[in-house]
């Protein structure tokens, strides 16, 4: 399905695929539908932009929960006003990047999550801008916990009512992560499993592979039974699409309905993202423990909590 859903994407590209209007009042922007979700919007986000466009392009994310731009050219201070238009941006700007002299992350796999979901306020969103990439030779990939929820059987979906989860600092990034492998100061956090969005007050299904240790209340083999068939349904190969990097390329996504992650980085190459988030609170506000160490991070147990 990686393979597939990433030349769909590119051949859209080729073809010049043809452009949609948002469906709003104003009707200002271009877009591409993207399959199974997303869409990729023409707009160059250096402009300033009209008050109906900021509208429609509100509406774009509230409706694809994933915007992809291509070709643009921001400073930094460019791409975090693209992104206040989509909601709050904390102060915090960082990197992901393969050269430890720019950012975190290098090249390890980093498994599907939905970030700070340890947190008690976790991202309402989170981008990514390519400023540095090798086109084309590395990827990240989004799966849909909005549809996953909607594609339940009517008697799991019932199951779920009134559980909740414990999510946890990732101590792994390429697996699960469980409490017992905690320290007392790691973050973690319990919500609801069946969660109300914070912005659109939507049921969300807000389990993740990574960050998601257990559901309460129940044996640890009854809870991870009900997870792994939960990620079944987030996970499918139908619900998942790959979007394959390209200089001044952005992505942007609604954190609560996409769950994002990669494959281990493999490709020759510089590959450096720059991160913002759409957040209440920031990292470092919610946890000002860490704002003292180097990148953020308590330990050489992990490099990054993100993307």
């Not at 997303?38 to 915007?67: M, S, T």
């Not at 559901?215 to 190969?237: C, N, V």
Request: include cysteine.
């Amino acid at each position: 399905m990686e393979r597939s859903t990433s030349a769909s994407i590119v051949a859209n590209r080729e073809r010049g695929g043809r452009l949609s209007r948002v469906n709003s009042m104003s009707s200002t922007l271009r877009f591409r539908p993207i399959e199974p979700f997303g869409a990729e919007v023409d707009l160059d986000l250096r402009c300033q932009l009209a008050d109906d466009q900021v509208d429609d392009l509100r509406h774009l994310f509230r409706l694809h929960h994933l915007l992809i731009f291509e070709n643009q050219h921001l400073a930094p201070e460019q791409f975090r006003a693209a992104m206040a238009h989509l909601g709050p941006v904390p102060p915090e700007t960082g990197f992901v990047s393969t050269d430890p002299n720019v950012g975190a992350n290098g090249r390890l796999k980093l498994a599907f999550h939905s970030d700070l979901a340890f947190a008690q306020k976790p991202d309402l969103g989170v981008a990514l801008y390519a400023v540095d990439v090798v086109d084309d030779e590395t990827a990240t990939k989004f799966a849909h916990a909005y549809t996953a929820l909607g594609r339940l059987p009517s008697e799991l979906r019932a199951r779920l009512e009134g559980l909740q989860c414990r999510h946890v600092w990732p101590v792994d990034q390429a697996g699960r992560n469980h409490e017992a492998a905690l320290r007392d100061s790691d973050p973690r956090a319990v919500h609801p499993l069946i969660a109300d969005h914070p912005l659109t007050g939507e049921p969300v299904l807000y389990v993740n592979y990574k960050l998601t240790d257990c559901i309460l209340g129940m044996t640890a083999d009854d809870s991870e039974a009900l997870l792994q068939e939960l990620f079944r349904y987030i996970y499918d190969p139908d619900n998942i699409v790959v979007h394959r990097w390209r200089a001044g390329g952005l992505a942007v996504w609604d954190n609560y309905y996409v769950h994002h992650g990669r494959d281990e980085l493999t490709a020759p190459g510089v590959r450096s993202l720059m991160r913002v988030t759409l957040a209440e609170q920031g990292f470092f506000e919610q946890f000002p423990q860490f704002a003292a160490i180097v990148d953020g991070f308590t330990d050489d147990r992990h490099r990054s909590t993100s993307s």
